[in-house]
């Protein structure tokens, strides 16, 4: 499809240039015709013997318009064939970004395509096999409907992951100024049941203001993010710690968890969509997650032109530094 557009774009392309280049080759011809039929021939016409006017028949005129015909005729005909190639070479530089775009949209329907099936299928699994068996209890009724109510919540998550992905593409209409610290602790607050459930201790250190001008409601989901993310992979009896700094012109977010980890070789794919570790996609447990949030709060921190990094080590932990330059004194 992007090969035949290409072409396309590529014959109108050379199709301006090659107008362009006539255009221009009818201006320098007519212009070196009036030099030579007027001019030239006014001069003629002022000598008053023949003997002494410039050499310049009709037959000499003629023959350097033809000369001149040949000469641009060629030169429109390298035009046209440079022009070919470098439209081939811009169409190509155009359609690319679209191409690129294309290809991630259909990777991203591909991969939340394959994401919703698991737990689709667990919820029909579950339902068949409870339907076929006869004397069912009413225990295993009720832990039916809880695993089926669990999978529909992490089906949920999903698509308002993706929805606000959709939906906070462009921030710069949407920025607010708000205090940051007031903001953190209302997380803190939010995202402590699942650390109390995991018996974690949730640390914050952050100065005693922060104001900053960006888009409220992104910066809270990155927090929950990031901060549920560590507690998802840190162990029972662990430890989080968050800490703020407010420098100068931006404001350093720092999550250090004692969780199990990553492993070098996957930490350059932590950010993508729908990656995780384990390869498996297997969602049999809620806490499993779609590998979605990373990917999520990288867009959230890009969008505020800020930095995301992480340093972990196998069963030691990890620590996410963000970057962002949203400050305000």
């Known amino acids: 499809m992007f090969e035949s557009a290409r072409v396309k774009l590529t014959f109108w392309y050379s199709l301006i240039i090659v107008a362009l280049s006539l255009f221009f080759t009818l201006i320098i011809y007519h212009q070196v015709d009036y030099q030579l039929r007027h001019r030239h021939l006014k001069r003629l016409s002022n000598f008053t013997t ?5 050499d310049l028949t009709e037959e000499y005129i003629e023959y350097i318009e033809r000369q001149l015909q040949i000469n641009l005729a060629l030169f429109n005909f390298m ?6 190639g470098v439209s081939y070479f ?17 990777r991203f329907i591909s991969d939340a395509s394959h994401e919703l099936m698991n737990p689709l299928s667990i919820l029909k699994t579950s339902s068949e096999v409870v339907l076929r068996n006869k004397k069912v209890s009413t225990q295993i009724l009720k832990d039916t409907l809880k695993s089926k109510l669990e999978t529909v919540n992490h089906i949920q ?14 921030i710069k209409d949407i920025k607010t100024k708000f205090e940051l610290v007031k903001l953190i602790k209302i997380t803190h607050k939010k995202i402590g049941v699942l650390a109390k459930q995991k018996e974690i201790k949730l640390n914050i250190k952050t100065p005693k203001k922060c104001c900053v001008l960006a888009d409220k409601i992104a910066i809270e989901r ?7 993310n560590a507690i998802k992979y840190t162990n029972k009896g662990g430890n989080i710690d968050l ?4 420098k100068k012109r931006s404001v350093i977010l720092k999550v250090k968890d004692t969780g199990i980890g990553i492993d070098k070789k996957d930490l350059r794919h932590i950010f993508n969509r729908f990656w995780r570790a384990d390869k498996s996609r297997d969602h049999t447990q809620p806490s499993s997650g ?3 949030g990373l990917s999520l709060a990288k867009k959230i921190v890009l969008n505020h032109k800020g930095t995301i990094k992480v340093q972990s080590k196998k ?15």
């Open 50 to 54: 023949t003997s002494h006017r410039p």
């Open 79 to 84: 035009v046209l064939l440079g022009g070919m």
């Open 90 to 106: 811009l169409a190509g530089r155009t359609l690319k970004p679209i191409e690129e775009v294309m290809k991630e949209q259909k």
């Open 157 to 170: 998550e999903l698509i308002n992951n993706l929805l606000f992905l959709s939906s906070r593409e462009e």
């Open 222 to 228: 990155l927090l929950i993010i990031i901060l549920d």
């Open 243 to 246: 800490t703020l700094e407010c």
């Open 290 to 292: 779609f590998g979605l």
């Open 315 to 329: 069963n030691q932990g990890s620590t996410f530094t963000i970057k962002l330059p949203i400050l305000i004194k």
